[in-house]
Nanobody
């Protein structure tokens, strides 16, 4: 049984930082691509970053490259997203997700099978 629970969202001013956490129960003993997505009101859900849980480099969306950092701790079954230099355009509900198999690129929404409930991030100008 795979369960994913996000935390760490909140409100911050532009230029600030937030760290999102995701506890991913049931995935760390198998090969999964672990990722973060976000969805702003009226917009489609978009991929932010992902990483293969057996090792390898993370992949980032162009819009967050250099500002966001993805980290994985298999011992804690946790995925993290450190968000720095936040901009109002980063405001959205952020979701963690898991897809069976490897990820040598940024995966699409449709490729993920397991999702968390989401956590709100609001960046004010």
């Amino acid at each position: 049984q795979v369960q994913m629970v996000e935390s760490g969202g909140g409100s911050v001013q532009a230029g600030g930082s937030l760290r999102l956490s995701c506890v991913a129960s049931g995935v760390m003993y198998r090969s999964y691509c672990m990722g973060w997505f976000r969805q702003a009101p009226g917009k489609e859900r978009e991929g932010v970053a992902n990483i293969f849980n057996r090792g390898g480099m993370p992949y980032y969306a162009d819009s967050v490259e250099g500002r966001f950092t993805l980290a994985l701790d298999n011992a804690k079954e946790s995925l993290y997203l450190q968000m720095d230099s936040l901009e109002p355009e980063d405001s959205a509900v952020y979701y963690c997700a898991a897809a069976a198999g490897i990820c040598g690129r940024l995966l699409r929404v449709s490729e993920y099978a397991y999702w968390g409930q989401g956590t709100q991030v609001t960046v004010s100008s």
